[in-house]
């Protein structure tokens, strides 16, 4: 008898609620905050009603949850798959962060946008079947391609396709960049930290499966292209956590050849090419001024590094019943304000903290590492690369805390990019 999981993606979902997931995806990966902007949508700008705070993709879902409860039995299966353990901790975790809100007056954009909207993806993307993922799949790859392509168009051209709009703590206004140089790629994505921090996810998901599984050829053309947008987007922690991993991935395929005694030629044509062709990309990038946007950073980041330590110094003067139950005094932003921190506080675990306590942010985590083994049984041992990786970067960077896309996407990666291997693995036991 098939497992939760397996049974989960067999069920034959409805198809106009398919269609709704589909375009929920599309929205997360393409419709960023400045493009919205643009339209006079003020998502993470100053300004406009409380609804615009709201990502248009947690609307969609919204109405992909209606749509399907509108079929035969539709509400029956979805009440079954918000019982599922793993589903109903996430679910429970992301209302208690969305309750903390509601109890100490914040915005309920952030947890919205951040928690719930995350929990509804996996819970709908867990219900597809196969094909459908596979579906899915492919429109995922094409908006990375996309996001890739519009990175390097960027950079040729010297401008942004929506300019970015930065919000500075103190003053509430926006930020005029005009003045800092050399402006890094933000893709459709719509920020050069949120492009690079999922470019890289989705790189570390690609050697993962390219090392020890199998990859398609779509999945290759989108590796190529997003590895030649990395660099323009800039983000010194997340290059820097996919290089680790990668590299900690390539020890492990060695170890693993050598235990063998005997390394085949394929296995150490892969091995030299990966020690060689790293230091040559990398050249080739910094002639051909690829590397200009991080060299930039490592010369003046405009004060980004100093916001990291502002972060540390405000963790470290918070009283330990803020520690554990969150802005309860709503302090937070006078202390921001307080130390100087111009882009609020970018290490994210700190922010996740300093905001909701460390009891619901330690609830958050332990509802997420549950999602993660159920994907590490069901799909592939090699989840635990990207999310290693995630870890990594979302240290130096904003990562899961404020409102950000960035662990919906990262789940819906996981879940599309990995099925494949769950759906040879059931073709292996059945052949």
């Not at 330590?309 to 302090?331: C, K, Y």
């Not at 202390?335 to 111009?342: A, I, P």
């Not at 290693?388 to 990666?413: P, Q, V």
Request: aromatic share 10%; charged share 10%.
């Amino acid at each position: 008898m098939p497992d939760s999981f397996q049974r989960n993606m067999l069920m034959p979902a409805p198809q106009l609620s398919l269609l709704v997931l589909a375009l929920a995806i599309i929205a997360l990966f393409s419709l960023s905050g400045n493009v919205l902007y643009l339209f006079g949508i003020s998502y993470d700008s100053p300004g406009g009603s409380p609804l615009q705070k709201i990502h248009p993709s947690s609307y969609l879902l919204l109405l992909s949850i209606m749509a399907w409860a509108m079929y035969r039995n539709g509400i029956q299966q979805l009440y079954s798959l918000t019982l599922l353990r793993s589903h109903l901790f996430l679910l429970t975790a992301a209302a208690c962060l969305l309750l903390q809100d509601i109890l100490l007056g914040r915005p309920l954009s952030s947890a919205i946008v951040s928690y719930v909207s995350a929990a509804l993806f996996v819970l709908l993307l867990k219900a597809q079947s196969l094909k459908r993922l596979a579906q899915l799949k492919q429109l995922l790859l094409l908006l990375l391609f996309a996001n890739a392509a519009v990175g390097v168009y960027e950079y040729l051209t010297g401008g942004l396709i929506a300019p970015l709009v930065l919000t500075d703590i103190s003053s509430g206004e926006v930020i005029d960049t005009s003045h800092w140089g050399q402006v890094r790629s933000a893709g459709l994505m719509g920020h050069p930290l949120t492009s690079t921090m999922l470019s890289g996810f989705f790189l570390v998901c690609f050697c993962a499966r390219f090392l020890f599984a199998r990859v398609s050829l779509g999945e290759s053309l989108t590796a190529a292209m997003l590895l030649a947008a990395l660099p323009l987007f800039g983000g010194r922690g997340a290059i820097l956590a996919f290089l680790i991993v990668v590299m900690l991935m390539l020890i492990i395929k060695g170890a693993q050849s050598l235990q063998r005694r005997a390394m085949s030629r394929h296995a150490l044509l892969y091995l030299l090419c990966s020690l060689l062709l790293l230091p040559l990309l990398s050249y080739a990038a910094y002639l051909t001024g690829f590397l200009d946007p991080v060299l930039s950073r490592m010369e003046d980041d405009n004060g980004s590094a100093s916001t990291r330590l502002i972060a540390i110094e405000i963790m470290l003067d918070t009283p330990l019943l803020n520690l554990l139950l969150g802005d309860v005094d709503r302090s937070l932003s006078a202390k921001v304000l307080l130390y100087g921190s111009r882009y609020g506080i970018e290490i994210g675990w700190i922010a996740l903290i300093l905001t909701y306590g460390a009891l619901l942010s330690g609830f958050l985590l332990y509802a997420l590492y549950l999602n993660l083994c159920q994907l590490y049984q069901r799909l592939s041992p090699l989840v635990i690369f990207p999310w290693l990786y995630a870890f990594i970067a979302w240290s130096s960077g904003t990562g899961i805390s404020g409102k950000t896309i960035m662990l919906s996407a990262a789940l819906i990666m996981t879940i599309l990019l990995f099925v494949e291997d769950n759906q040879f693995r059931q073709r292996a036991v059945v052949s």
